[in-house]
């Protein structure tokens, strides 16, 4: 594996640099590829933290709490909180959503299927397959 196969990619790495800079600031490639490295490093010993957690506890996956624990434990606290923070309210647009799709179809509302299990739950409501590289006018 080369350095480039494990670090972030440098486009998306220069685009979140220029979100928060003013629109008419310049970006070096030397500034840029620093900025990567640095990142990469950071999400690395994040997650090399959370993912010992879960070898420990004898799991293979790696959840949004193991990465908030690897923040609090690594004394990143300002990190934690925000993700903390997310983590609540994306919880709770989960739950807001299951329950606004129990009601609707408690209320005899259908609606239409919007992932893999509820196509395969329900194959009879799926309605066309667009292959991939067909025209618009065809669908």
């Known amino acids: 594996m080369t350095d480039e196969d494990?670090?972030?990619?440098?486009?998306?790495?220069g685009r979140l640099m220029k979100q928060i800079l003013p629109s008419n600031a310049k970006i070096s490639k030397?500034?840029?590829?620093?900025?990567?490295?640095?990142?990469?490093?950071?999400?690395?010993?994040?997650?090399?933290?959370?993912?010992?957690?879960?070898h420990r506890e004898n799991r293979k996956t790696v959840n949004g709490d193991d990465i908030w624990w690897a923040l609090s434990t690594l004394?990143?606290?300002?990190?934690?909180?925000?993700?903390?923070?997310h983590l609540h309210k994306y919880r709770e647009a989960e739950r807001e959503r299951?329950?606004?799709?129990?009601?609707?179809?408690?209320?005899?509302?259908?609606?239409?299927?919007?992932?893999?299990?509820?196509?395969?739950?329900?194959?009879r409501k799926f309605i066309r397959v667009v292959e991939k590289g067909s025209s618009s006018s065809a669908r």
Request: negative net charge; contains cysteine.
């Open 6 to 13: 494990r670090l972030l990619p440098i486009a998306n790495v």
């Open 30 to 54: 030397e500034a840029k590829q620093t900025v990567q490295e640095c990142a990469t490093e950071f999400i690395s010993f994040v997650t090399c933290e959370a993912s010992d957690k879960c």
């Open 75 to 85: 004394g990143l606290d300002n990190y934690a909180d925000a993700v903390g923070r």
């Open 98 to 123: 299951a329950e606004s799709n129990k009601s609707s179809n408690d209320s005899g509302n259908e609606r239409e299927p919007n992932n893999r299990s509820d196509l395969q739950n329900h194959p």
